[in-house]
């Protein structure tokens, strides 16, 4: 068990509709990254927030959006859903102040598109 | 990020050591060597990084040649349960760029 929380553990919806996924960081952790595993495209990083700040930005399209609250939980926003968003959706906390090579990784949310 | 290459799959043999290379032949000063894993669908687990020394933990061993071009990671006794997807990334901070990775099969 890494400490990092996330749900729903499996989502399905319909295309052009709009989910969201929570993760709660392992307590601590200020730092937050979304990644996205597809079949085809591997794990790809989305997005980081730090202590609720944006801190750096992968291939997230503009169709999601994240943010990360107060109490150091973060969202994951998807809208318009197509086909091709069906992917395992993976949270991952880091302690945020020195790095130390150490992300911890949720179990992701399981996002299924039809 | 520098680009990692490595192999698609390996085997290893239960109880015997698990040698998994990776070339980051761009490689920057500053970006630090990385391994994680992935069993099945969870998800990734860390293992180790580096930046220059060989360093060791109670999950494996990272060796980094002088240059800093390649590394190896060894699992030192394999065991049926690190059978998994391994990830060698180069980068820095928290942004980690993860490619295919090579899929360890360990046979009893």
């Known amino acids: 068990d890494s400490g990092v929380t996330q749900t729903p553990k499996h989502l399905i919806t319909a295309t052009g509709q709009r989910v969201t996924l929570r993760c709660s960081p392992r307590?601590?952790?200020?730092?937050v990254y979304w990644y996205q595993q597809s079949l085809d495209q591997g794990l790809q990083f989305l997005i980081q927030?730090?202590?609720?700040?944006?801190?750096a930005k992968g291939n997230i399209l503009e169709r999601f959006s994240a943010q990360q609250f107060p109490d150091l939980h973060s969202e994951l926003n998807l809208s318009s859903l197509e086909l091709g968003d069906s992917a395992l959706y993976f949270c991952?906390?880091?302690?945020?102040?020195?790095?130390?090579?150490?992300?911890?990784f949720g179990e992701g949310s399981r996002l299924t598109v039809l | 990020d520098a680009k990692t290459t490595q192999p698609t799959s390996m085997d290893c043999a239960e109880g015997r050591a698990a040698n998994l290379p990776c070339n980051h032949s761009?490689?920057?000063?500053?970006?630090?060597v990385y391994w994680y894993r992935q069993i099945h669908s969870q998800g990734p687990q860390y293992i180790i990084h580096?930046?220059?020394n060989n360093e060791t933990n109670e999950m494996a061993s990272l060796i980094i040649t002088e240059d800093r071009k390649s590394s190896t990671l060894i699992l030192p006794h394999a065991t049926l349960r690190d059978t998994a997807v391994y990830y060698c990334?180069?980068?820095?901070?928290?942004?980690?760029?993860f490619g295919q990775g090579t899929i360890l099969t360990v046979h009893p």
């Open positions: 991952a906390s880091s302690v945020g102040g020195a790095w130390t090579g150490e992300l911890f």
């Open positions: 307590s601590g952790d200020l730092s």
């Open positions: 927030y730090y202590n609720g700040e944006e801190r």
């Open positions: 761009t490689i920057s000063g500053n970006e630090y």
């Open positions: 580096g930046l220059k």
């Open positions: 990334i180069a980068g820095s901070y928290g942004k980690l760029t």
